[in-house]
């Protein structure tokens, strides 16, 4: 009998130490994407990489503080695992959704799509692709990582496209190339351009991104390898997102409260080169129509949002959404955009 009270004696104060070990390990992981950044490797690993086994650790935890009837144990780790599921996860939540606010009163309504291609012409599973235009009615589809062939809309009718090398933008309103922001001649390197669309509301001006890639670079870095003439090292990588992001920040903001940017940004939303780029514009999915973790980049090892719907002051989204699988690692990311401020006497963007 003493050894059997020894042993819990010695087993409570374990779980309990465990538990708060646990919790701050969590909050230290959510402290280094807010204030290190992605320039340190671990950091990019956990930004890039599949943040759910982060949670692992707290169904163990939870049930041995549960045996052992510790209080604090349980609370720690129920504040761990809403840490992990909230901003490190990035689990969002639409409070005007869930309220069920009306639209806006005579706005003009948008519903966009923003689609990374993964190198081919047509979406793989163009029977999934269809039923999703077919289903979505979208009025605008931007795509990155394109190359050529049919229109992306099939053989419907009453639609414009344009292309800029990888990127091409659709729209059932007529579109016009107004320049190209960057552009490099391998797509892992990043293009951006911007159109107009000649909506009902009047012109208004789209940018589609595609940021630098990280993978190679980041696999380079894991493998402890630098070759001559192969990826950029990470910090090189890096800068040059950083580069391309101040680029498209400085960009909407001379194009105003109407600008419509998205694409493939490669960053996250929570990564330090997206939050101080961006923080003038709303995030579609984050800040107003989102709902649950919003992933639009999966594969085996990992999930992660790096497709995003960013928008001017003059725009509101109603809802955002991650589409089906279509036969590429980027699902697209569909918005409902509402224009509550417009512009009618916006000036032509056109060169």
Known sequence: MAVGRDWRRWVKPAVSVACGAYLVAVIALYLMIRLIGERWLPVSLLLFGPRWMVALPAVPLMVTAVLARRRLAIGATLIALIVVVWPLMGFCVSWARLKGDPPTDGAYHLRVISFNAHE??????????????????????????????????GAAGGWYGIDDGELRLESRYPVHQTGSLFKSDLPSMGAATQFEIETPAGPVPFVVVHFASPHGSLRDAVQGRRRWGSNPTLGENTQDRDDQAQAIAQAAKELG???????????????????????????????????????????????????????????????????????????????????????????????
């Open 120 to 153: 081919q012409s047509v979406p793989r599973d163009r029977k999934a692709w269809d039923e999703m235009i077919r289903t979505a009615q979208p009025d605008v589809i931007a795509l990155q990582e394109w190359r050529g062939g049919p229109t992306v809309t």
């Open 257 to 351: 409260g109407q600008a419509i940017v998205l694409g493939d940004f490669n960053l996250p939303s929570d990564s330090q080169t997206f939050r101080q780029s961006f923080g003038a514009l709303t995030d579609a999915f984050v800040n107003d129509g989102g709902f649950g973790f919003g992933w639009t980049y999966t594969t085996r090892s990992t999930a992660v949002r790096i497709d995003h719907v960013l928008v001017g002051s003059h725009w509101r989204c109603g809802r955002a959404w991650v589409g089906p699988n279509v036969g590429s690692p980027h699902r697209p990311l569909i918005a409902d955009l509402e224009l509550v401020r417009p512009e009618p006497k916006l000036a032509s963007l056109r060169l």
